[in-house]
C-alpha cells in the first residue's frame, strides 16, 4: 500500500471508531505545527496498525484501553473508550478491563479509569 492509501484505509477507520464529526474536526484544526503529524498518524496508526485485520476492530479496542490506562494517557483513554462501544465494547468488558488495569498497574490508576470510565457509560446511557 502506498502513502496515501495508507492514509486514506486509516481515516476510515479513524472516523468508523471515533466517529467522522470528531476526526473532520481535528483534521481541520491542523495547523503547520501539527498537520504533518496529524497525516502521518492517520496512516500509520489507523492506516497500517488498525488496518491490518487480522485482529478485530472490539479486540483492537479492549487491548487500546487496557494500554492506554496503564500509561495514564487519560484524555486518549477517554477518547478510545468511545471508540470502544461503538466497535461493539460492553458496559461488563468495560468494567473487566479496567478491572486488569488496577491489577497490574496500581489502583489509583484504575480509580482514574473508573471515573473516566463512568462519564463516557453515563454519556452512552449505559450506566
Avoid at 471508540?83 to 497490574?104: D, K, L, S
Amino acid at each position: 500500500m502506498t502513502q496515501i492509501d495508507l492514509f486514506e484505509a486509516g481515516l476510515a477507520k479513524r472516523k468508523s471508531t471515533l466517529g467522522a464529526e470528531y476526526v473532520e474536526k481535528n483534521l481541520a484544526a491542523a495547523d503547520d505545527l501539527t498537520k504533518d503529524f496529524q497525516h502521518a498518524m492517520t496512516a500509520w496508526c489507523w492506516g497500517f496498525g488498525w488496518g491490518d485485520e487480522t485482529i478485530d476492530v472490539k479486540t483492537r479496542s479492549m487491548m487500546n484501553l487496557t494500554m492506554l490506562g496503564a500509561l495514564g494517557k487519560m484524555h486518549e483513554w477517554e477518547l478510545h473508550c468511545k471508540g470502544a462501544i461503538t466497535n461493539g465494547c460492553t458496559f461488563e468488558e468495560i468494567r473487566a478491563i479496567v478491572h486488569v488495569i488496577a491489577i497490574y498497574c496500581g489502583v489509583p490508576q484504575g480509580i482514574e479509569c473508573f471515573r473516566s470510565a463512568r462519564k463516557v457509560l453515563e454519556e452512552a446511557n449505559m450506566v
